[in-house]
C-alpha cells in the first residue's frame, strides 16, 4: 500500500497533458470530486407516485455531498417533489439514524429538471466515509414520461410505491418493492480531502457485467480499493451494449464523453476500454482506421481539458456466440494501434493480463463467468490491477505507451 501512495502522490505532481511542461509543484486539491456515477444508458416507463430508495457505493468520503440527477434522455419536464441523502444501514433500504437530509436547488426543496438536462443539488452537510453506501431517494409526484435510468446497476435499490412523504423516512419499511436499476441519479461528488478522480470510460466490461451482484466486484471498484490510501476518486462511466463508433445502449462513447467523463468533477485520469462492441455488433466495424481516429479524437479533447489517458487493449472473446475469426483479426488490429499507435498516455494490456495462454483468442478459464467475454470477479480485480500498474506509467513522460499487464496466475 505503501508502494501505491507513492505512485499516486507522483500521479498528482505531473497530471498534465504529454504536449505541456511537467508541473512543479503538487496542484490543490479539487474542491469538489466524483465519488460515484452511472452513466445514463436509456430510458424506462417512469414510477409515478414513487419514491425511489438508489443505493450507490462510494469511492473515497468528505465532509458535504451534492448529487447529480439527470433527465437527459427524457421527452418531457421532470418533477422531482422531493430527494434526500442518507447513510445506508449495513444492508437494506434503512437509513443510519441521524444522517437523512433533504437535498435542496438553489434552497428549493423539489425541482423541475428540462428534458435533455441534468440537475445538481446544493450542497448536503453530511459527512461521508470512503467506501460507504449512500441512499438517494427521489420522490416524483406525477408520470412525467420516460425516465432516464441506467439499466445494469448489479446493485439492489428500492421503491416504495406509495412514495407521497416517505423519501424522508430513515425507516425503510415502505420500500417493499426491489429493483435493479438507477432511476435518475448519475453521480456524487465529496467535499474535503479527495485528491482527484479517474473516470473508467466503457461497456459492459466497465459496467461489471459477469461479477457477483451487490458486492460492488467491478473493475473500477477494486481499482478504488486499491487507491483508497491515496484519496483518488474512481468513477464508473461503463454502459453494457455502449459503442465507441457507432450509437448502441445510450450515445456512442464520442457523444457521451464530455458528459460522463470529461466534466465530472475533479477528474484527472481516463481509462478507456471501449471497441469490442463494435467489433462484434451488426454491422461489423472492420475499418481499423475508424477506430484510431475515434481514440485519436478522444484523447485530444481529454488532453485539451489537462486530463490524461490510459487505453486499455480489448480483451478475447472465443466461444460468445457473436465470435468469428474474421472479428478476431479486427480486435488484433485495433489492440495493435491501441499498443504502438502513440495515442494514449499509457496502455494498460488487459488482453495479455486476460487471454488463455494455451488460446489467446480466448480469455482464461479462470477469469471466464461463462459466457466467454465478460469478466467474473478475479478477472475484475486483475484488470484493476493492470489499470493500477498502468497509473505508474502515465505519471513519467519518458515512459510513455509502455506495456503494463498484470500478474496473472500460470
Request: aromatic share 6%; proline share 6%.
Given at each position: 500500500m505503501a508502494g501505491v501512495?507513492?505512485?499516486?502522490?507522483?500521479?498528482?505532481?505531473?497530471?498534465?497533458?504529454?504536449?505541456?511542461?511537467?508541473?512543479?509543484?503538487?496542484?490543490?486539491?479539487?474542491?469538489w470530486t466524483g465519488s460515484w456515477e452511472t452513466a445514463p444508458s436509456g430510458t424506462t416507463a417512469a414510477l409515478p407516485g414513487a419514491a425511489i430508495r438508489n443505493v450507490v457505493h462510494l469511492s473515497v468520503g468528505g465532509t458535504a455531498v451534492r448529487i447529480q440527477l439527470s433527465n437527459r434522455f427524457g421527452t418531457a419536464p421532470l418533477h422531482l417533489g422531493a430527494v434526500t441523502v442518507a447513510l445506508r444501514r449495513a444492508a437494506g433500504p434503512g437509513a443510519v439514524p441521524g444522517t437523512l437530509h433533504t437535498a435542496t436547488f438553489h434552497g428549493a426543496t423539489a425541482v423541475t429538471v428540462p428534458p435533455g438536462q441534468d440537475?445538481?443539488?446544493?450542497?448536503?452537510?453530511?459527512?461521508?466515509?470512503?467506501?460507504?453506501?449512500?441512499?438517494?431517494?427521489?420522490?416524483?409526484?406525477?408520470?412525467?414520461?420516460?425516465?432516464?435510468?441506467?439499466?445494469?446497476?448489479?446493485?439492489?435499490?428500492?421503491?416504495?410505491?406509495?412514495?407521497?412523504?416517505?423519501?424522508?423516512?430513515?425507516?425503510?419499511?415502505?420500500?417493499?418493492?426491489?429493483?435493479?436499476?438507477?432511476?435518475?441519479?448519475?453521480?456524487?461528488?465529496?467535499?474535503?480531502s479527495a485528491t482527484g478522480g479517474i473516470v473508467a470510460f466503457g461497456d459492459s466490461l466497465t459496467d461489471g457485467?459477469?461479477?457477483?451482484?451487490?458486492?460492488?466486484?467491478?473493475?473500477?471498484?477494486?481499482?478504488?480499493?486499491?487507491?483508497?490510501?491515496?484519496?483518488?476518486?474512481?468513477?464508473?462511466?461503463?454502459?453494457?451494449?455502449?459503442?465507441?463508433?457507432?450509437?448502441?445502449?445510450?450515445?456512442?462513447?464520442?457523444?457521451?464523453?464530455?458528459?460522463?467523463?470529461?466534466?465530472?468533477?475533479?477528474?484527472?485520469?481516463?481509462?478507456?476500454?471501449?471497441?469490442?462492441?463494435?467489433?462484434?455488433?451488426?454491422?461489423?466495424?472492420?475499418?481499423?482506421?475508424?477506430?484510431?481516429?475515434?481514440?485519436?479524437?478522444?484523447?485530444?479533447?481529454?488532453?485539451?481539458?489537462?486530463?490524461?489517458?490510459?487505453?486499455?487493449?480489448?480483451?478475447?472473446?472465443?466461444g460468445f456466440p457473436a465470435y468469428t475469426d474474421a472479428r478476431e483479426a479486427v480486435r488484433q488490429r485495433?489492440?495493435?494501434?491501441?499498443?504502438?499507435?502513440?495515442?494514449?498516455?499509457?496502455?494498460?494490456?488487459?488482453?495479455?493480463?486476460?487471454s488463455d495462454p494455451a488460446d489467446p483468442t480466448r480469455l482464461r478459464p479462470g477469469y471466464d463467468p461463462g459466457d466467454h467475454l465478460h469478466f467474473n470477479d478475479a478477472g475484475m480485480a486483475a484488470v484493476a490491477d493492470t489499470v493500477r500498474r498502468a497509473l505508474g506509467v502515465v505519471v513519467r513522460p519518458s515512459a510513455r505507451r509502455v506495456l503494463v499487464t498484470a500478474e496473472t496466475p500460470s
Open positions: 501512495r507513492r505512485v499516486l502522490a507522483v500521479l498528482l505532481l505531473t497530471m498534465v497533458p504529454a504536449t505541456a511542461a511537467p508541473a512543479v509543484a503538487e496542484p490543490a486539491a479539487p474542491p440537475a445538481v443539488t446544493d450542497p448536503v452537510p453530511l459527512s461521508v466515509p470512503a467506501a460507504a453506501d449512500l441512499l438517494v431517494t427521489v420522490y416524483t409526484p406525477g408520470d412525467d414520461g420516460p425516465a432516464t435510468y441506467h439499466q445494469t446497476a448489479l446493485q439492489t435499490s428500492y421503491v416504495a410505491q406509495a412514495g407521497a412523504g416517505r423519501a424522508a423516512d430513515e425507516s425503510g419499511a415502505a420500500y417493499t418493492t426491489v429493483i435493479g436499476r438507477w432511476y435518475y441519479v448519475t453521480g456524487v461528488d465529496v467535499l474535503g457485467n459477469g461479477s457477483t451482484p451487490d458486492a460492488n466486484h467491478r473493475w473500477p471498484d477494486r481499482l478504488a480499493e486499491q487507491l483508497r490510501a491515496a484519496r483518488l476518486g474512481v468513477l464508473n462511466a461503463g454502459v453494457s451494449g455502449n459503442r465507441l463508433l457507432h450509437d448502441g445502449t445510450g450515445p456512442n462513447a464520442l457523444a457521451r464523453l464530455d458528459a460522463d467523463a470529461l466534466d465530472r468533477a475533479g477528474v484527472r485520469v481516463l481509462v478507456v476500454l471501449e471497441g469490442i462492441n463494435d467489433i462484434k455488433g451488426t454491422p461489423t466495424a472492420d475499418d481499423v482506421t475508424a477506430y484510431a481516429d475515434a481514440y485519436r479524437t478522444l484523447v485530444a479533447r481529454a488532453h485539451a481539458r489537462g486530463i490524461r489517458v490510459i487505453g486499455v487493449t480489448l480483451t478475447p472473446f472465443r485495433v489492440n495493435a494501434f491501441i499498443r504502438t499507435g502513440g495515442t494514449f498516455d499509457a496502455i494498460a494490456d488487459a488482453d495479455a493480463t486476460l
